[in-house]
């Protein structure tokens, strides 16, 4: 597993007379993990990583499927380009080959 450390620097001036600068310095590891899937296989686990329920449009995680993203559906995969989760398990249709499936998500 390997991360990617991204910094943002966000300089605020404050309101007061003196006119002070403060600078907030915020960062986020993207992490991935990557499954070899069998043609058959409609579901991994994310074993070190208990993902966190969804917010409206704001999914904790991505997923592709041999690099394509596919779209999170609440409600279960509907078709190969979709995927859910509960808890750890994320799921997802089967295409009937082998895939590679790679789990994005922030830490």
Request: net charge neutral; no cysteine.
């Amino acid at each position: 597993m390997q991360g990617i450390t991204a910094q943002n620097e966000v300089d605020i001036l404050s309101v007061n007379s003196n006119r002070e600068t403060f600078t907030r310095n915020t960062s986020t590891i993207l992490r991935e993990q990557v499954f070899s899937i069998s043609s058959s296989q409609t579901s991994i686990n994310m074993v070190s990583y208990p993902i966190p329920a969804a917010s409206g449009t704001n999914v904790p995680v991505r997923v592709y499927r041999d690099g394509i993203r596919l779209r999170y559906n609440p409600t279960g995969a509907t078709n190969t380009l979709e995927f859910s989760y509960a808890g750890s398990l994320v799921t997802f249709l089967s295409t009937g080959a082998s895939a590679i499936i790679i789990v994005e998500y922030n830490q």
